[in-house]
């Protein structure tokens, strides 16, 4: 079983930055993607970004390309979300998501490919 938690979250204005971590334990993570999803407000949750636990590849969806920055780190395994130059439409709830490697990072990155999800963390960006 694998936990996860986010922390980080917070409200900003237009144009500033947060950054996102997410905490997992539990299962052999190293063959594992785990990525970060947001909930907008009266939206489905939707996919942000993923990488591969084992080798750090990436996968963005277009309208964060440029603006955010996925990482991971080991030894516990972490995996943030740099989120810089943040717009309106970027407020949510954020959910840190996990699932094993069975397909390219960007194949795995939607919200019924993954298979362990944290509670999340709203991020509010306005004036």
């Known amino acids: 079983q694998v936990r996860l938690v986010e922390s980080g979250g917070g409200s900003v204005q237009p144009g500033e930055s947060l950054r996102l971590s997410c905490a997992a334990s539990?299962?052999?993570?190293?063959?594992?993607?785990i990525g970060w999803f947001r909930r907008a407000p009266g939206s489905e949750r939707t996919p942000v970004s993923c990488?591969?636990?084992?080798?750090?590849?990436?996968y963005y969806e277009d309208y964060v390309k440029g603006r955010f920055i996925i990482s991971r780190g080991n030894a516990p395994v972490t995996v943030s979300l740099q989120m810089n130059n943040l717009k309106p439409e970027d407020t949510g709830v954020y959910y840190c998501a996990a699932a094993p490697l069975i397909s390219t990072v960007k194949n795995i990155c939607w919200e019924r490919g993954m298979d362990y999800w944290g509670k999340g963390t709203p991020v509010t960006v306005s004036q």
């Open positions: 990488i591969s636990i084992g080798d750090g590849s990436p």
């Open positions: 539990g299962g052999t993570l190293d063959h594992y993607v």
